[in-house]
């Protein structure tokens, strides 16, 4: 090989590393999340670590710096192990007022051995009741995953470890408003819901197993950052960075892993609710 090739072959190798390098960097969570309650007892170690903790007294919670309109934000979650009956750890991106928008994940604890419950809701212009409920196909309790939302003008899907659970078209066409307009903070809190979570509220939180504590780690969120009314994204794709999953959808793949899901792990759907709305289920659930 000429040295010329072994250089090029070496500056290759070292772009190759460089790139790879910044992919899997992810934001330090001092500069991206504030503790915003629990006095203490959330906790953000070293920049990259963070945890939320419950004892009888309180839980705790945090929320972003950032308000985002429109992103593909990623956190890895380890839940509360063990006994985790009566805790819900919420995740979700939320704006203010009567009008709220909201896209939430929520685990609902269970007893050691027992499966959580990925609760998951959109809320447009301040109306929810839009339930999809699942297990996982895994333990949550025992390492990380990650929890991603995909929020674009077209759609929101919620993914678990790049698998999609759950995809929410935009149908403002059929009147369905859509979350496009009011910028959202990520928030996330560890509480005691022990009259509902768990069985409906037939098992209770065990408080001498406590402190509860739920850990997060590797945020990265490619989102459009609003601040003093400006996005980040500006009116076009100016800002020079990959804005591909600005109009993200579904691939083939991607949509039979959807249906898989669908299929084998979601255990309630508001659209097949028939009990719930009598006169007919709401327009969204044509679209699916
Ligand atoms: C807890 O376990 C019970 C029994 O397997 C199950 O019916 C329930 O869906 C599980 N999850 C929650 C959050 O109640």
């Given at each position: 090989m000429s040295s010329s090739s072994t250089s090029k072959l070496s500056t290759f190798l070292l772009l190759f590393i460089f790139l790879g390098s910044i992919s899997i960097v992810s934001a330090d969570f001092n500069n991206e999340f504030?503790?915003?309650?629990g006095d203490g007892r959330g906790k953000i170690l070293n920049g990259e670590l963070l945890t939320l903790s419950l004892d009888k007294s309180s839980g705790s919670g945090f929320e972003s710096r950032n308000e985002y309109l429109f992103g593909k934000i990623d956190m890895q979650l380890k839940l509360v192990p063990g006994?985790?009956?009566?805790t819900v750890t919420a995740y979700y991106l939320s704006s203010k007022g009567s009008n709220w928008d909201e896209i939430d994940f929520e685990f609902l604890g269970n007893l050691s051995g027992d499966p959580y419950i990925l609760h998951t809701n959109v809320f447009s212009q301040g109306k929810g009741n839009r339930e999809q409920q699942f297990y996982l196909?895994?333990?949550?309790?025992a390492d990380f995953h990650t929890y991603s939302i995909l929020w674009n003008p077209q759609r929101i899907i919620f993914s678990v470890d790049g698998t999609p659970i759950r995809e929410f078209k935009n149908s403002e066409s059929i009147g369905v408003p859509f979350p496009k307009s009011q910028p959202m903070r990520i928030h996330s809190s560890l509480w005691n819901a022990d009259d509902w979570a768990t069985r409906g509220g037939l098992v209770k939180t065990d408080?001498?197993?406590?402190p509860f504590t739920a850990s997060y780690r590797n945020f990265r969120a490619d989102a459009c950052v609003v601040s003093s009314g400006k996005s980040?994204?500006?009116?076009?794709?100016?800002?020079?960075?990959?804005?591909?999953?600005?109009?993200e959808e579904l691939d083939n793949t991607k949509q039979e892993r959807l249906e898989w899901v669908q299929k084998?792990?979601?255990?309630?759907?508001y659209c097949s609710d028939s009990k719930r709305f009598p006169q007919g289920f709401p327009p969204e659930c044509k679209m699916a």
């Open positions: 504030d503790i915003t309650w006994n985790s009956a009566g196909w895994f333990d949550p309790t408080w001498s197993q406590a980040s994204c500006g009116g076009s794709a100016s800002s020079g960075g990959n804005q591909a999953w600005l109009s084998n792990y979601m255990i309630y759907n």
